[in-house]
Protein backbone atom coordinates (compact mmCIF):
# COMPACT_ATOMS: atom_id res chain seq x y z
CA UNK A 1 0.00 0.00 0.00
CA UNK A 2 2.14 3.12 -0.91
CA UNK A 3 -0.29 5.65 1.10
CA UNK A 4 1.19 3.51 4.04
CA UNK A 5 4.85 4.44 2.66
CA UNK A 6 3.66 8.21 1.81
CA UNK A 7 1.87 8.29 5.25
CA UNK A 8 5.09 7.03 6.98
CA UNK A 9 7.24 9.64 5.21
CA UNK A 10 4.85 12.34 6.71
CA UNK A 11 5.76 10.83 9.80
CA UNK A 12 9.46 12.01 10.01
CA UNK A 13 11.23 14.59 11.10
CA UNK A 14 11.00 17.05 8.29
CA UNK A 15 14.01 17.09 5.78
CA UNK A 16 14.32 19.42 2.89
CA UNK A 17 14.58 16.50 0.85
CA UNK A 18 11.52 14.88 1.08
CA UNK A 19 9.96 18.14 1.61
CA UNK A 20 10.95 19.47 -2.03
CA UNK A 21 9.27 16.01 -3.23
CA UNK A 22 5.38 17.13 -1.55
CA UNK A 23 4.18 17.68 -5.00
CA UNK A 24 4.92 14.45 -6.05
CA UNK A 25 3.33 13.51 -2.75
CA UNK A 26 0.07 14.93 -3.36
CA UNK A 27 -0.24 13.16 -7.11
CA UNK A 28 0.33 9.97 -4.88
CA UNK A 29 -2.36 10.72 -2.31
CA UNK A 30 -4.68 11.94 -5.05
CA UNK A 31 -3.99 8.74 -7.24
CA UNK A 32 -4.51 6.84 -4.05
CA UNK A 33 -7.07 8.49 -2.39
CA UNK A 34 -9.14 10.56 -4.89
CA UNK A 35 -9.92 14.28 -3.73
CA UNK A 36 -13.33 12.89 -2.33
CA UNK A 37 -12.47 10.54 0.20
CA UNK A 38 -11.89 11.90 3.99
CA UNK A 39 -8.35 10.90 4.23
CA UNK A 40 -7.04 12.33 0.96
CA UNK A 41 -8.47 16.12 2.13
CA UNK A 42 -7.07 15.40 5.32
CA UNK A 43 -3.63 14.49 3.86
CA UNK A 44 -4.29 17.73 1.50
CA UNK A 45 -4.40 19.88 4.52
CA UNK A 46 -1.55 18.16 6.17
CA UNK A 47 0.63 18.17 2.99
CA UNK A 48 -0.81 21.88 2.58
CA UNK A 49 0.89 22.67 6.22
CA UNK A 50 4.30 21.14 5.32
CA UNK A 51 4.38 23.41 1.65
CA UNK A 52 3.71 26.70 3.32
CA UNK A 53 5.90 26.44 6.24
CA UNK A 54 10.05 27.28 6.33
CA UNK A 55 12.00 24.25 7.29
CA UNK A 56 13.19 25.50 10.85
CA UNK A 57 9.42 25.84 12.32
CA UNK A 58 8.27 22.74 10.44
CA UNK A 59 11.15 20.87 12.45
CA UNK A 60 10.25 22.85 15.73
CA UNK A 61 6.88 21.90 15.47
CA UNK A 62 7.53 18.32 14.97
CA UNK A 63 9.71 18.25 17.63
CA UNK A 64 7.52 20.14 19.86
CA UNK A 65 4.65 17.73 19.06
CA UNK A 66 5.93 14.47 18.83
CA UNK A 67 9.17 14.47 20.89
CA UNK A 68 8.63 16.57 23.83
CA UNK A 69 5.22 15.43 24.59
CA UNK A 70 5.40 12.04 25.33
CA UNK A 71 1.24 11.62 24.91
CA UNK A 72 1.77 12.40 21.00
CA UNK A 73 4.99 9.65 21.11
CA UNK A 74 4.95 8.09 17.69
CA UNK A 75 6.48 4.54 19.64
CA UNK A 76 3.65 2.36 19.40
CA UNK A 77 4.55 0.16 22.24
CA UNK A 78 5.56 3.31 24.70
CA UNK A 79 1.45 3.70 24.59
CA UNK A 80 0.74 -0.38 25.66
CA UNK A 81 3.92 -1.51 27.85
CA UNK A 82 5.38 2.26 28.64
CA UNK A 83 9.02 1.29 29.80
CA UNK A 84 7.98 -2.33 30.64
CA UNK A 85 10.66 -5.45 29.68
CA UNK A 86 7.57 -6.50 27.96
CA UNK A 87 7.88 -3.60 25.70
CA UNK A 88 11.94 -4.77 25.02
CA UNK A 89 10.49 -8.53 24.28
CA UNK A 90 7.92 -7.34 21.71
CA UNK A 91 10.72 -4.91 19.91
CA UNK A 92 12.86 -7.73 19.31
CA UNK A 93 10.20 -10.24 17.81
CA UNK A 94 9.05 -7.08 15.60
CA UNK A 95 12.40 -7.16 14.22
CA UNK A 96 12.40 -10.60 13.21
CA UNK A 97 8.96 -10.13 11.92
CA UNK A 98 10.42 -7.35 10.11
CA UNK A 99 13.22 -9.58 8.68
CA UNK A 100 11.08 -12.19 7.70
CA UNK A 101 9.22 -10.01 5.56
CA UNK A 102 12.77 -9.20 3.97
CA UNK A 103 12.97 -5.15 5.55
CA UNK A 104 16.42 -4.63 7.44
CA UNK A 105 16.47 -1.91 9.81
CA UNK A 106 18.91 0.27 9.20
CA UNK A 107 17.64 3.58 11.12
CA UNK A 108 18.61 4.24 14.41
CA UNK A 109 15.09 4.26 15.00
CA UNK A 110 13.70 1.88 17.63
CA UNK A 111 11.16 -1.21 15.38
CA UNK A 112 8.09 0.26 17.34
CA UNK A 113 8.56 3.78 15.52
CA UNK A 114 5.09 4.13 13.87
CA UNK A 115 7.24 5.44 10.32
CA UNK A 116 8.88 2.57 10.22
CA UNK A 117 6.01 0.16 11.19
CA UNK A 118 4.14 1.67 8.55
CA UNK A 119 7.14 1.08 6.09
CA UNK A 120 7.02 -1.84 7.20
CA UNK A 121 3.26 -2.85 6.11
CA UNK A 122 3.49 -0.87 2.95
CA UNK A 123 5.52 -3.71 2.25
CA UNK A 124 3.56 -6.68 2.63
CA UNK A 125 0.07 -7.87 0.44
CA UNK A 126 -2.72 -5.67 1.84
CA UNK A 127 -5.08 -7.70 3.51
CA UNK A 128 -2.13 -8.67 6.17
CA UNK A 129 -1.43 -4.84 6.22
CA UNK A 130 -4.91 -3.58 7.10
CA UNK A 131 -4.66 -6.94 9.76
CA UNK A 132 -1.66 -5.56 11.38
CA UNK A 133 -2.88 -1.96 11.04
CA UNK A 134 -6.27 -3.10 12.82
CA UNK A 135 -4.00 -4.78 15.58
CA UNK A 136 -2.36 -0.99 16.39
CA UNK A 137 -6.00 1.19 15.82
CA UNK A 138 -5.94 2.04 19.65
CA UNK A 139 -3.28 3.60 19.65
CA UNK A 140 -3.18 5.10 16.16
CA UNK A 141 -7.29 6.11 17.54
CA UNK A 142 -5.32 7.73 20.91
CA UNK A 143 -2.78 9.25 18.89
CA UNK A 144 -5.33 11.08 16.32
CA UNK A 145 -7.79 12.20 19.46
CA UNK A 146 -4.94 13.74 20.71
CA UNK A 147 -3.94 15.60 17.97
CA UNK A 148 -6.85 17.17 17.29
CA UNK A 149 -7.52 18.23 20.38
CA UNK A 150 -4.17 20.21 20.13
CA UNK A 151 -5.18 21.62 17.10
CA UNK A 152 -1.92 19.60 15.26
CA UNK A 153 -1.88 19.30 11.33
CA UNK A 154 -0.60 16.50 11.94
CA UNK A 155 -3.98 14.94 12.59
CA UNK A 156 -4.47 14.23 8.89
CA UNK A 157 -2.28 11.34 8.68
CA UNK A 158 -3.82 9.78 11.80
CA UNK A 159 -7.03 10.64 10.29
CA UNK A 160 -6.05 8.83 7.19
CA UNK A 161 -4.64 5.47 9.05
CA UNK A 162 -8.04 5.50 10.54
CA UNK A 163 -10.17 5.06 7.35
CA UNK A 164 -7.55 2.81 5.87
CA UNK A 165 -8.39 0.50 9.21
CA UNK A 166 -11.54 -1.48 8.77
CA UNK A 167 -12.38 -2.27 11.71
CA UNK A 168 -11.61 1.15 13.69
CA UNK A 169 -14.61 2.90 15.50
CA UNK A 170 -13.77 5.92 13.76
CA UNK A 171 -14.20 4.78 10.22
CA UNK A 172 -17.25 3.38 11.06
CA UNK A 173 -18.76 6.31 12.78
CA UNK A 174 -17.38 8.35 9.29
CA UNK A 175 -19.02 5.74 7.22
CA UNK A 176 -22.23 5.76 9.02
CA UNK A 177 -22.34 9.79 8.41
CA UNK A 178 -21.01 9.30 4.85
CA UNK A 179 -24.00 7.18 4.02
CA UNK A 180 -26.54 9.22 6.57
CA UNK A 181 -25.32 12.16 4.74
CA UNK A 182 -25.83 10.59 1.04
CA UNK A 183 -29.34 9.62 2.48
CA UNK A 184 -30.49 13.44 3.27
CA UNK A 185 -29.33 14.34 -0.15
CA UNK A 186 -31.36 11.71 -1.89
CA UNK A 187 -34.49 12.50 0.31
CA UNK A 188 -33.93 16.02 -0.15
CA UNK A 189 -33.66 15.53 -4.05
CA UNK A 190 -36.34 13.37 -4.33
CA UNK A 191 -38.99 15.96 -2.68
CA UNK A 192 -37.82 18.87 -4.89
Known amino acids: MRLLKLIAVLLTYPEQDWLQSLGELRDTVSAETGRSLRAGRRLDLLLSYLERGQLIDLQETYVETFD ?14 GESRDRGEA ?10 SGLEVTSRELPDFLPLFLEFLSLIPTKEAQERLTRIAD ?17 GAFDALVTLTPDSRLAAALSAIRTRGHKLTAIRTGTR
Do not use: C, K, N, W
Open 68 to 81: RRPTHSLYLFEHRM
Open 91 to 100: MVRLIDEYRR
Open 139 to 155: VVQILRDRLEDAGSPYV
